[in-house]
């Protein structure tokens, strides 16, 4: 369906009934703030924003929508990356920040069950007293809601060890477009039927609206240690990742930087990483002390062999925190350097991450705009983040074009256009390289199977036959 | 090494009649009876990339599982969720088909979790590959994953990229007499604790305790817990496979379960797997007691070995709310249009 076709005639006054005073947003200054999420080249007004209360409210807009067919935007904290929040045109926007509430937490089953506004953090924090936590921990947990994690299939630098959004959600409720409500999933560790689970983490809020989810808990490691290592250069940095994992290590968490990026984080917060080092591995352990004493000398070991010339090792739970801020701080940092940055998503075979590396530096000179790299290394996902001026003629156009060479590039070695950050209306061009039209229209039969009208967040991650005919003739994004 | 994706696609586009989908026939026990044209699918077989390095393996469906196991163990890696293999001739893509896992399940993470990647013919003959070989990938719908225990339904597995682990360091058995109560408690203990526990099995009296991790852990925990050592390599193995004598009957159902879930009261014989999760049982009740048990505590019930005629008057699986029915129905649909592929084998009404 054609974006243009919902402009019809919100059903503001229908909407208004089932709300509470002050819940439906109409006024343009209000309505600014959900005009866009955490990626801000890209702005659409909405018609409106509700801020429904209930799980009955959200069914009465829903039916109300689903009627008038009007297309309805969820959005949890909008820290996303890919603007999977950014409104449609003529859209409602479906907020689910009021549902902030922690329903349970039951410590002799090691689940919560949460609210879709609950913010990541909040569950681990929930249950901390009962010495467990909430595995998952994208660098945005401060802020971003479990019902966002859900829609991305978030993942965090633990996620090597402990899994994605995916491996630790075990029981979802969703309202599906037209108000039924269903429950998916289960508290026992599968379910019957089709794995509609796996479906629905990941959806990108296409598939239905998350009310509520049951979510694994992790009794808490005792404790945990990290390695900081520095390379002279980024194929021995990429070669030590390899060795440990052929060491038969999974450790807890397994990051690199790349110059450029430490250089912006020491300026940002003074982690004492080593500025004279062409990449950094952050290497963690964690579990029993005896595990972790066990694991880190076989860490070192490893590294030492495959050339590190410094390597430092956490000594106290502060040191620890100190060493892990500088990487978990690198987005904002980036953003202190730079008016504008773009954070880019790919996921590629770990063996091609020097070609890969040495192609974006190459792609720099040639866009004229720098990029620094953090890498998920363990599990070869990569963040190239461009930095540019939105505000000088041409730079943000510059900035796009560089991104989807990079996108293009991870397609090339056999990897993935985005690895949690979702596809949105950012990436939605370079779906056209990485799946055939006959995969194309497999996912649409997926989205019609759901929501027949298309009115679940329009216009994201599904390209149409005509976009990807025009991307491969002109080979622009946009 | 032999690729027949063509011929099947062939095969597929020219179909009359529903195809029945079939590799090793080791878990022909499994599920709804489902009738059509046979559709042969064990000779697409080889190992099509190993990267260990990488974690991930990649072959054609066809592959028996002792092959791939056998690959991993050279390079000291693993498929940590353990499928059951029934036979010798078991493959990858019944594996993923059934979507079933082992003892290491509750520690390890299922089929699905290490599934990263598909390639399938759909009911249109036409291949289709979803997901890749890395690790983290949201691009588009998680087909892989859902493809993971739809027996079949939704298409022809071709290939399978799957994410391997490396083989715990050390192993070490615990044994403790414990009644089924004591033993439910003291595991809902141990597994809110950082202890090392990979699988667990309590049966006639016996709970056994599989611990698997870095040396020094795992002597710690066997320290920590108490219990008798046992050497019990066979004994998991043979909990994997079902081989144990437990396993013979001819009516067994699987009742899957919230860990924490109290003793059950339905007389018969059980048999309690991952921590409280799974729990088999061998019992006279009816059909309709232990499905509503099951759900009563938040799980459900699969009639996982039985008579047809059993299998006919109360389904395998137990039954989907409507909503979710009717996305399965449309979810069907949008894979197989014509209805080809396995028909009623996971539900009458797909
Ligand atoms: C500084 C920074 C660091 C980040 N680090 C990471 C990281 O380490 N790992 C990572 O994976 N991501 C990271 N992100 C991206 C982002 O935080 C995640 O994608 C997060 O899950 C989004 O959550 P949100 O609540 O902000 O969702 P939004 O941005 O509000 O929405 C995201 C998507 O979810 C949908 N949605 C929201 N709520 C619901 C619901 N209840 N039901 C159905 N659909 C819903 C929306 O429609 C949209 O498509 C980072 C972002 C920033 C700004």
């Known amino acids: 369906m054609n974006a243009a076709d919902f402009v019809s005639s919100l059903p503001i006054a229908e909407l208004a009934t089932v709300l509470s005073p002050g819940s439906l947003i109409l006024e343009d200054e ?18 409106a924003v509700a801020l429904p209360e209930t799980e009955e409210q959200v069914v009465a807009i829903l039916k109300i929508c689903h009627r008038h067919g009007v297309p309805v935007v969820a959005r949890g904290a909008g820290t996303g990356l890919s603007g999977g929040a950014t409104p449609a045109p003529g859209s409602l926007v479906l907020s689910l920040a009021k549902f902030s509430r922690i329903l349970a937490i039951d410590p002799e089953a090691r689940v919560a069950r949460v609210q879709p506004g609950v913010r990541n953090l909040a569950i681990s924090e929930a249950a901390a007293p009962y010495g467990l936590y909430y595995a998952p921990d994208p660098s945005s947990q401060l802020a971003c809601t479990i019902g966002g994690n859900v829609a991305e299939n978030s993942g965090g630098v633990h996620c090597l060890k402990y899994g994605l959004t995916v491996h630790n959600v075990l029981k979802l409720r969703v309202a599906l477009c037209d108000g039924t409500v269903v429950e998916i999933g289960s508290e026992a560790l599968d379910a019957p039927g089709y794995d509609v689970l796996a479906l629905m983490i990941g959806s990108e809020g296409m598939l239905g609206i998350v009310l509520e989810a049951t979510v694994r808990l992790m009794p808490k490691p005792v404790t945990a240690q990290v390695v900081m290592a520095s390379f002279d250069d980024l194929v021995a940095a990429g070669q030590a990742v390899a060795d440990i994992i052929a060491a038969g290590i999974i450790p807890a968490g397994l990051e690199m930087m790349d110059k450029p990026a430490t250089h912006a984080v020491e300026a940002f ?53 100190k060493f892990w801020a500088g990487r978990k701080a690198a987005f904002p940092a980036v953003g202190r350097l730079s008016p504008d940055y773009l954070c880019m998503d790919g996921t590629i075979p770990r063996k091609h991450l020097a070609f890969v590396l040495a192609r974006i530096a190459e792609l720099s000179k040639q866009y004229g705009l720098a990029c620094a790299n953090v890498f998920h290394a363990g599990d070869g996902n990569l963040h190239p983040l461009i930095m540019f001026d939105a505000n000088a003629p041409g730079e943000l156009a510059r900035a796009l074009e560089f991104g989807a060479r990079i996108l293009e590039l991870s397609v090339e070695v056999g990897g993935t256009i985005t ?39 329009p216009g994201k991650a599904l390209p149409t036959p005509r976009r990807c005919s025009e991307y491969r003739l002109t080979g622009s994004a946009r | 090494m032999s690729d027949l994706a063509q011929e099947f696609a062939a095969r597929i586009r020219t179909a009359e009649t529903p195809l029945v989908i079939r590799a090793g026939g080791s878990k022909d026990f499994y599920g709804n009876p489902s009738t059509g044209e ?95 070989q890395v690790m983290k990938n949201v691009a588009g719908f998680d087909v892989s994953r859902l493809l993971a225990g739809s027996l079949g339904t939704l298409g022809v597995l071709l290939e399978v990229s799957l ?72 004994f998991w193995q043979d909990l994997r496979d079902q081989r144990l004598p437990f396993f013979g009957a001819s009516t067994l159902w699987r009742l899957s379960l919230p860990a924490a879930a ?32 099951a759900a009563a505590l938040g799980g459900h019930a699969t009639l996982f070995r039985g008579p047809e005629t059993l299998k006919r008057q109360v389904g395998v699986f137990s039954p989907l709310s409507e909503p979710l029915m009717r996305l399965h129905q449309r979810l069907k649909a949008a894979f197989d249009p014509k209805g080809l592929f396995n028909p009623g084998r996971l539900y009458p009404e797909l």
């Open chain 2, 262 to 293: 109290p003793v059950i009261d339905l007389a018969g014989q059980w048999l309690i797997e991952w921590g409280g999760a799974l729990r088999w049982l061998i019992t006279e009740a009816p059909a309709q007691a232990v499905r509503a048990q």
């Open chain 1, 419 to 457: 690895g949690e950050h979702g596809v949105g209306i950012e990436k939605i061009a370079q779906m056209c390289v990485q799946f055939s039209r006959a995969e194309l229209e497999t996912f649409q039969a997926i989205k019609t199977a759901f929501d027949a009208q298309g009115l679940l967040n």
């Open chain 2, 163 to 234: 994410k391997v682990m490396p083989r715990p360091a050390t192993e070490a058995s615990l044994r403790f007499e414990l009644g089924q109560a004591d033993a439910l408690k003291r595991l809902a203990e141990w597994q809110r604790q950082p202890l090392p526990i990979a699988a667990s099995c309590w049966c006639d009296g016996v709970l056994s305790i599989r611990l698997a991790g870095a040396h020094k852990a795992v002597e710690a925990a066997c320290r920590k817990m108490g219990g008798e050592a046992f050497w019990a390599d066979d």
């Open chain 2, 38 to 132: 046979r559709l042969d699918v064990s000779g697409h077989v080889g190992v099509l990339a190993y990267e260990p390095s990488e974690l991930v393996i990649t072959a054609r469906a066809g592959t028996k599982l002792a092959e791939i196991e056998a690959v991993l163990a050279e390079k000291g890696q693993c498929l940590p969720f353990e499928p059951p293999r029934f036979s010798p001739a078991t493959t990858l893509g019944g594996m993923v088909a059934a979507g079933l896992s082992g003892p290491r399940r509750v520690s390890a993470g299922s089929v699905r979790d290490h599934v990263l990647g598909v390639k399938l013919l759909d009911g249109q003959g036409r291949e289709l590959s979803f997901g890749g």
């Open chain 1, 30 to 47: 209000e309505l600014r703030p959900y005009e866009c999420d955490g990626l801000t080249a890209y702005r659409q007004m909405p018609r």
């Open chain 1, 269 to 321: 917060l003074q982690a004492g990483y080593d500025l004279n080092a062409e990449a950094i591995l952050l290497a963690e352990s964690d579990g029993t002390p005896e595990e972790v004493d066990e694991e880190i000398a076989a860490i070192c070991a490893v590294m030492e062999k495959a050339g590190a010339r410094q390597l430092r090792v956490s000594h106290s739970e502060a040191e620890r925190l």
